[in-house]
């Protein structure tokens, strides 16, 4: 059970978190400063560094939430036994759409994985551990032999979740206009035929070719 100190500590964090989130959403991220945070929050520049280092870290926390959400969604559907490739794809859906909401956030957000500081790119990689939960919902396929046997299941996770921060990056620096979840289920079904086993891909063309030939 936690001390009454550490239950303030908690209020006080959430209490700034929620403030610099309000903040960003009216005055812009880069446009709101720590002072401005601080001064809403009712707690002095250096309180609010203890808690958030830098600006960007309060997202990271925000991201943190979204991809909780979406976790508790995913894991949710394959315990009632959906398949494992509709709950990547419902995902990548919830996860696109989230994102355009979401733009103004989740753009500073996603430069931290860029970060040229070596720490500040960890800290976002290990709070928002995407490829974790793709590879939680591929797991079912990789034990059924379904997944390529030369590429292990955190390889192709994670090459799916960097697949989704390059093409949002690009949506968002360049082509906000178009739709984000188009581009994003593109190439999301473009890894995953690179990612299904060799074996069961040539039973696909074996029954297709088969069904051309019964139709002539």
Not at 58 to 77: I, T
Not at 155 to 174: C, K, P, Q
Request: with cysteine; proline share 3%; charged share 30%.
């Amino acid at each position: 059970m936690l001390s009454l100190r550490e239950r303030q500590k908690q209020r006080r964090r959430y209490r700034i978190f929620s403030t610099a989130i309000a903040l960003f959403r009216e005055k812009g991220f880069q446009e709101t400063t720590a002072t401005d945070i601080a001064k809403a929050s009712h707690v002095s520049r250096g309180t609010c560094f203890k808690y958030y280092a830098y600006k960007e870290a309060v997202l990271l926390d925000f991201g943190a939430q979204m991809l909780a959400e979406l976790r508790e969604g995913a894991m949710g559907e394959l315990a009632k036994g959906e398949p494992p490739l509709d709950v990547l794809h419902r995902l990548w859906e919830r996860l696109a759409e989230v994102s355009e909401r979401e733009r103004a956030l989740l753009s500073p957000l996603a430069y931290e994985f860029l970060n040229p500081d070596p720490e500040r790119a960890k800290a976002a990689f290990e709070a928002l551990l995407l490829g974790d939960l793709v590879a939680d919902i591929l797991r079912p396929l990789k034990l059924r032999k379904r997944l390529r046997e030369d590429m292990s299941l955190e390889r192709i996770s994670r090459s799916l979740a960097d697949v989704y921060l390059l093409s949002f990056l690009r949506w968002a620096a360049y082509v906000p206009g178009r739709s984000l979840r188009e581009e994003m289920m593109k190439f999301l079904d473009l890894l995953m035929e690179g990612a299904i086993s060799r074996e069961i891909r040539r039973t696909k063309i074996t029954r297709v070719s088969s069904a051309v030939r019964a139709e002539n």
